[in-house]
């Protein structure tokens, strides 16, 4: 049994990291997107580039 709690809490721990990890890259490539939008970069071939769909790349810009 102390066992399985042990592992459980590890997971909890690298699943807390990991979540972290996304916010911090998700707000990155946010940036990115931002940036690459500004320079006259179209929608698609940001999407394609950052290898996403481009409801993404329109979230990130502030359109719905």
């Known amino acids: 049994m102390n066992e399985l709690i042990d592992r459980m809490t590890e997971a909890g721990h690298e699943w807390t990291?990991?979540?972290?990890?996304?916010?911090?890259?998700?707000?990155?490539?946010?940036?990115?997107?931002?940036?690459?939008?500004?320079?006259?970069?179209?929608?698609?071939?940001?999407?394609?580039?950052?290898?996403?769909?481009?409801m993404t790349v329109r979230r990130a810009l502030g359109k719905r």
Do not use: S
């Not at 990991?18 to 931002?34: F, P, Q, S």
């Not at 500004?38 to 394609?48: D, N």
């Open 17 to 54: 990291e990991a979540r972290e990890k996304l916010r911090r890259h998700g707000t990155y490539a946010y940036g990115l997107i931002v940036a690459a939008h500004a320079q006259g970069i179209p929608e698609t071939r940001i999407a394609a580039l950052m290898q996403c769909d481009r």
